[in-house]
Structure formats: C-alpha cells, structure tokens
C-alpha cells in the first residue's frame, strides 16, 4: 500500500493549525507520529483517524453550545486571514453591527475600542473575546472569526498568538446574563480538543454549526 507520509508544515496546513502546535503535539505523544533520525513524521492515515476520533469526542452536550445558538447568526461568524488585531476587531465590529440588537453601530466601535485601551481582551489558548455591556444595545449578540494565521499583535496573557475572536455586546442592564456568557465561552474554548477542532472548520456555517451544535 503505498502510504502518505507527510512532514510538520503538511500536517499544520491541513489540519489548520500551527506548526508550533504540531511540534508540540508530537512531543507529548499528543498525535501520531515517529521520527526519522530528528525529523518528524505523520502518516495520513493515521492523522485522519486522530481527526475522526477528536471530531467524536467533542463534548456535544456542552451548556455554551445551547447559549450561543440562541445569540449566534451564521451571518455573523467569519472565516478571515487577518495578520493584526486592529484588522479582526474592525471586521467583527462590522459584523456585530449588523445585528438588530445593535442601535448604533459607533457607538459599539468606540466602546469596543475603549475596552481593548483598558485592557487587552486576549485570555491566552490563542483566544480573543473583545466585550462591552451598552445602553445601545438590545440584548446579547455575539459575534466570532475564526483566523488563518497567526495575529501575533493581540496581547495576551500567555504569549500565544490569537486565531480565535469571540465578540459579545449586551444591553447595560444585563450584567449577571453577561457575565455569565463570557464563563461559558471562556471555559469551552479553554478545552483543547473543542479549540482544535474549532479550528480545523474550513466553511463559516460549519463553524456555526459546531459552536451551536457540537457538530
């Protein structure tokens, strides 16, 4: 049989995530992988299967997936290849803003980037989720890209470069609602094998559909 071997640069672009991550994995034993005097190896097969085995291990039930199909548009998830944090937020404002929870769409900018000059909203795990609670906002919208590459000018709190952007806008009187939305998004993207596969979604309604459904 005439087996695919592929190499650390194949394996990140195919499953769309880092080469670092890759080197990483391998290291710990995370997934498949031999090595060639001190050159890894992947065989595709193999990949394939660890694909499948993470993409069925999701954990479908969790209580943010049920949250966010009730805050979550397809419109509003992005797939971009945005180098700079200004570049991502500008497009998941523009985004955000077209949601009819939103009555003013500067007002959201400005307050958004008044957020980010407080503080950076970068939590580390590469996850970003820039947030405001206004008086011109109707209820809790969210809005979510999913990046190419690396932002590596979003500050985090680990030094990891950023590819996922969560942005949530709520009305000013939805304080614990509010709060308790960036808990439930913060601990299911804090789970590795969600943000993995998270990443690893190529269309914008796949994305939807596994922040909503698990699937």
Do not use: C
Not at 40 to 59: A, P
């Amino acid at each position: 049989m005439n087996e695919t071997i592929m190499t650390i640069e194949e394996v990140a672009k195919y499953i769309k995530v880092s080469e670092r991550t890759i080197l990483d994995w391998a290291q710990k034993g995370d997934i498949p992988a031999g090595k060639l005097g001190n050159v890894w190896r992947f065989r595709k097969s193999e990949i394939d299967q660890w694909v499948n085995d993470k993409l069925k291990n999701t954990k479908a039930k969790d209580p943010a997936l049920n949250e966010l199909s009730h805050l979550l548009a397809p419109e509003r998830v992005l797939i971009t290849n945005f180098s700079t944090k200004r570049d991502i937020i500008a497009a998941l404002i523009n985004s955000l803003a077209e949601a009819p929870q939103v009555k003013d769409r500067k007002k959201l900018e400005e307050s958004i980037w008044g957020r980010e000059k407080l503080m950076s909203t970068g939590i580390g795990l590469g996850i970003g989720i820039p947030h405001v609670r206004i008086g011109s906002v109707r209820d809790i919208t969210v809005s979510v890209a999913v990046n190419k590459i690396d932002i590596i000018d979003y500050q985090t709190l680990d030094d990891i470069s950023v590819r996922i952007v969560i942005m949530v806008a709520a009305a000013h009187n939805q304080h614990a609602e509010y709060l308790k939305l960036l808990s439930s998004i913060s601990k299911l993207l804090k789970d590795e094998t969600f943000r993995t596969n998270l990443l690893m979604q190529d269309d914008p309604l796949k994305i939807y559909n596994y922040l909503t459904k698990g699937e």
